[in-house]
């Protein structure tokens, strides 16, 4: 889910078709290095280049890191737990390995930064997220909101990705508009049409009515990322205004091949940890 209005796609690093150097490695996942193991006090390196309130941001893990250093911070206060962090960035390491262009750089130019709230916590507890919206984001985003240009926070909530609140894991329903909107856009110049292509023949053969995917683009695809990888929440035959009963890879396969054949282009069979 992203927030009403913030679906700004304005290049930083490059415009839409271009690959810049560093993206695009030939094969293998290999340019993405493994996500730190271990949680940190937020670095002074990063908390000047975000401008971060330490009064709330206190503990830090290296997020996936891309072979000129760059990587994606995963942040969160002294109240979250460390395994949580751990949890998350393992799951981006996953999330991260698209083929044949890899994100991180683009995510990196663009200001992305993962933030995890704790089980005491709400959206408005995010300093950057109060400052702009107050505790309006409170109950409808509960279980987080991907990165756009005007907010580059990819956020997710302890409850829901160690907790299973909700019954799904949002934090790769979040996540999946984050790498798409603010990286895969950009840097690959097929993802865009194949992306469009497979939503109008999803609608037009009837498929995915009265669900969540229906929405738009943004939506089919972050639901998509959730049954690729196992982590969606099944609804009834013929939905429930949010899911229906295809959740999980092999169904997605059935379903609608051409998002599954754009997942598996991207993702190339990947599992999560």
């Keep these: ?10 290049p930083a690093s490059a415009s839409a078709g271009e690959s810049p150097a ?20 937020v670095p002074r390196e990063v908390v000047d280049r975000y401008q971060l309130d330490t009064r709330w941001y206190a503990k830090y893990v290296a997020g996936p890191t891309d072979a000129s250093g760059r990587s994606i911070p995963v942040l969160g206060s002294a109240a979250i737990d460390d395994a949580t962090l751990l949890r998350a960035a393992a799951e981006l390491e996953t999330l991260t390995r698209t083929w044949p262009y890899f994100p991180v750089q683009e995510l990196d130019a663009r200001n992305v930064r993962v933030v995890l709230t704790a089980r005491s916590e709400k959206m408005s507890s995010i300093p950057e997220v109060y400052a702009i919206y107050g505790t309006s984001l409170d109950e409808r985003y509960w279980a987080g909101m991907g990165a756009t240009d005007a ?10 990705l160690i907790d299973n609140q909700g019954g799904e894991n949002n934090f790769v329903h979040e996540f999946g508009h984050s790498v798409a909107d603010m990286a895969l856009r950009h840097i690959d110049p097929a993802f865009a049409g194949e992306l469009e292509s497979a939503y109008n023949q999803a609608r037009a053969a009837g498929r995915w009515q009265n669900t969540y995917a229906a929405t738009n683009t943004s939506e089919y695809w972050a639901e998509g990322v959730q049954s690729y ?18 959740n999980t890879r092999q169904e997605l396969r059935g379903y609608d091949g051409p998002l599954f054949a754009l997942l598996d282009r991207v993702y190339q069979g990947a599992t999560l940890p």
């Design 1 to 10: 889910m992203l927030v009403a209005g913030l679906a700004v796609a304005v």
């Design 22 to 41: 560093g993206n695009a490695p030939a094969a293998g996942a290999g340019a993405v290095a493994p996500a730190a193991t271990v949680v940190s006090p």
């Design 151 to 160: 907010l580059p926070l990819s956020v997710g909530t302890e409850a829901n």
């Design 229 to 246: 990888f196992d982590v969606n929440r099944e609804g009834p035959r013929g939905g429930d205004g949010v899911h229906n009963e295809i």
